[in-house]
């Protein structure tokens, strides 16, 4: 099956801990998103990339870090200094960079900090 | 002004009906808008890119109001499985940044 997956679905996580989101798709998709969705908030953009080794930040990039070494990975880093990590976060990819391209979604991490 | 503004509802409607939701945004230049879905805990969906001439797809339509810069979802013979969070999304010229409306709950009952 084509498409695009998230590891881990649900996630804990202490305060202080770097925590690593996968993601990856087999669509061969070359642009990629992470976002992160807030209860009553739209998806926001932390990162993208519009190809292999390179990447852009959003948004709220602050506290987040990502690589893109293989065209079908784009994992997402949440470090210790992201204030406030708890959320749903959004992986995202389309086939490029146009404003027609359609973006899609992987199933989602719900990450939650104790 | 937000970016893109959503009625969060929810519209509570009944099979059969039909129901629309608006979306006003703010950026003139904007030139790609989608409607996507959303179910609870899940990922969003797209639902149908929205042309400068409207479009239409089965039961839903589109339109995109440039002058008064809002874009439109109808809905005829709503389904128990309409029930979600529809999305109004933004595009730019360029790299496709897109922007988040928070979205319009919908409760279709029997």
């Known amino acids: 099956d084509g498409g695009i997956t998230q590891s881990p679905k649900y996630l804990f996580r202490k305060e202080g801990q770097n925590v690593t989101l996968s993601c990856e798709q087999n669509l061969n998709h070359d642009a990629m998103y992470w976002y992160r969705q807030d209860p009553g908030q739209g998806l926001r953009l932390i990162y993208y990339?519009?190809?292999?080794?390179?990447?852009q930040k959003g948004d709220i990039a602050e506290g987040y870090s990502v690589s893109r070494e293989k065209k079908e990975s784009f994992p997402l880093t949440v470090t210790s200094a992201q204030k406030n990590p708890t959320a749903f976060y959004l992986c995202?990819?389309?086939?490029?960079?146009?404003?027609?391209?359609?973006?899609?979604f992987g199933p989602g991490t719900r990450l939650t900090v104790l | 002004r937000k970016e893109v503004e959503q009625d969060p509802g929810p519209f509570n409607v009944p099979e059969g009906a039909t129901v629309a939701f608006n979306c006003t945004y703010s950026n003139s230049a904007s030139q790609s808008f989608f409607w996507y879905r959303q179910d609870c805990r899940k990922e969003p969906k797209l639902l149908m890119s929205?042309?400068?001439s409207g479009n239409e797809d089965g039961r839903f339509t589109a339109q995109l109001n440039r002058a008064s810069q809002y874009i439109s979802l109808l809905i005829r013979d709503s389904k128990l499985s309409d029930s979600a969070t529809y999305l109004c999304v933004r595009g730019n010229t360029g790299f496709q940044k897109l922007v988040f409306g928070t979205g319009t709950r919908l409760l279709v009952s029997p």
């Open positions: 990339s519009q190809i292999v080794n390179d990447f």
């Open positions: 929205v042309y400068s």
């Open positions: 995202a990819s389309s086939i490029g960079q146009s404003s027609t391209d359609t973006q899609y």
